[in-house]
């Protein structure tokens, strides 16, 4: 079981940079470093759909050398979208990443019937969390897709980010559902949806991970928290995946992790039929690296 970024970073780099990823709207300077750095630890080999006169000018400023990706000319954001999407539904290419395009634009490419690369589960983002001192990997859905996602939404986010897990070497993830605390209160929708989840699991309706819920966020990271509360649980204290009611609270664990608590962060969007990296521009150019190696090795 992969248990840190560099060690996911150093399992994509053992792949020989045989997958490849198809950028869509390449012509984003931090984008191309992204790329850039790709190349540089052998993770993947790029093709980039854009404008290609901004995309060579962007590939100046981060002095990144075009010869080493396929460039494919399309001016327009959304043919530019279309046609990166296109070319991993036709396995040219075995990831996606965004690049200068809303996130609305090339989710409509990825949900595209003809073109597109739907599975039928739900989008989520995933976070690929390394939290200082917790000595494991730590899985988070979702802080950058579902705003509130309902019973049947929030299964399929389980089954996204326990598959991630799997590809990381994590046979059977122990998942918590979280919410404010370990009771059940039905004037608290979050707890009973999270009872619901963890009796599903246990009914094989959800597979290959442990799920309990509802749990509070100390006591599913916290083996002395988890003492404290008298709770019995084979996750309590050992959580590998983080399910979290709706997008804030999800948005602002990763934005702690990383801002105050000076994790080390990744992100992929699951559920379709090929990863897709879709970054925020604040992300540090090693997160979208490390996002880019976890794509290769979701791929895989």
Not at 92 to 104: F, V
């Amino acid at each position: 079981m992969l248990r840190s970024l560099d060690e996911i970073l150093a399992a994509a780099k053992s792949r020989g940079g045989s997958k490849r990823i198809a950028v869509a709207a390449a012509q984003d300077p931090e984008v191309l470093t992204a790329i850039k750095g790709a190349y540089e630890q052998r993770l993947a080999a790029a093709i980039l759909v854009g404008d290609g006169e901004k995309i060579r000018q962007a590939a100046a400023q981060v002095d990144f050398d075009l010869s080493q990706a396929e460039l494919v000319d399309e001016p327009d954001l959304i043919g530019a979208a279309r046609k990166a999407v296109s070319l991993v539904r036709s396995g040219q290419a075995q990831m996606l990443m965004k690049g200068l395009i809303n996130t609305a634009d090339i989710l409509r490419a990825v949900l595209d019937k003809e073109i597109g690369l739907r599975t039928g589960r739900v989008l989520s983002h995933v976070a690929i969390m390394e939290p200082q001192g917790y000595g494991r990997l730590l899985l988070m859905s979702d802080g950058g897709m579902n705003i509130a996602p309902d019973l049947k939404q929030k299964a399929q986010m389980i089954e996204n980010a326990v598959e991630v897990a799997r590809k990381l070497g994590n046979a059977c993830p122990k998942v918590a559902v979280i919410a404010a605390f370990e009771q059940v209160n039905p004037d608290m929708p979050a707890t009973v949806e999270a009872a619901l989840l963890s009796k599903m699991a246990e009914r094989g309706q959800i597979k290959n991970c442990i799920v309990d819920g509802p749990i509070a966020l100390d006591g599913a990271v916290s083996e002395e928290a988890a003492k404290h509360k008298g709770m019995q649980s084979p996750v309590a204290g050992q959580a590998d995946i983080l399910l979290v009611p709706f997008i804030e609270v999800g948005n602002v664990l990763y934005k702690t992790l990383t801002y105050l608590g000076r994790g080390r962060v990744a992100g992929i969007i699951a559920g379709a039929s090929a990863p897709i990296v879709l970054t925020s521009r604040s992300d540090s150019p090693e997160a979208k690296l490390h996002s880019i190696a976890t794509a290769v090795l979701v791929a895989d």
